[in-house]
Nanobody, 124 residues
């Protein structure tokens, strides 16, 4: 049984930083591309970032480029999302997702497994 468990969310002020973490189990983590998505109230889920199986390739949505950094530790089966210079528009539930492929994707339908999400709230 695959499990993805996110942690690290919280309430912060604009300009602050947060680091999200996702611990995976039940899958061969080093074979899986990983992604972060988010969903704000009343909005569709949207892509945030992905990282390929070996960390050799990453990709971000334009609005987080230069502020967010995705990383992974295959020895610990974890993927992280460092979020700096947070803005109120970053407020959302953030989800970790695993893909049955080496390369990542910005499409949520390409991911087979999902975490339960962690809330990030940025106040102005």
């Amino acid at each position: 049984q695959v499990q993805l468990v996110e942690s690290g969310g919280g309430l912060v002020q604009a300009g602050d930083s947060l680091r999200l973490a996702c611990k995976a189990s039940g899958l061969t983590f080093s074979n899986a591309a990983m992604g972060w998505f988010r969903q704000a109230p009343g909005s569709a889920r949207e892509f945030v970032a992905f990282i390929n199986w070996n960390g050799g390739g990453t990709y971000y949505r334009d609005s987080v480029k230069g502020r967010f950094t995705i990383s992974r530790d295959n020895a610990k089966n974890t993927v992280g999302l460092q979020m700096n210079s947070l803005k109120p528009e970053d407020t959302a539930v953030y989800y970790c997702a695993a893909r049955k492929a080496y390369s990542g994707s910005s499409r949520d339908s390409d991911y087979a497994y999902w975490g339960q999400g962690t809330q990030v709230t940025v106040s102005s």
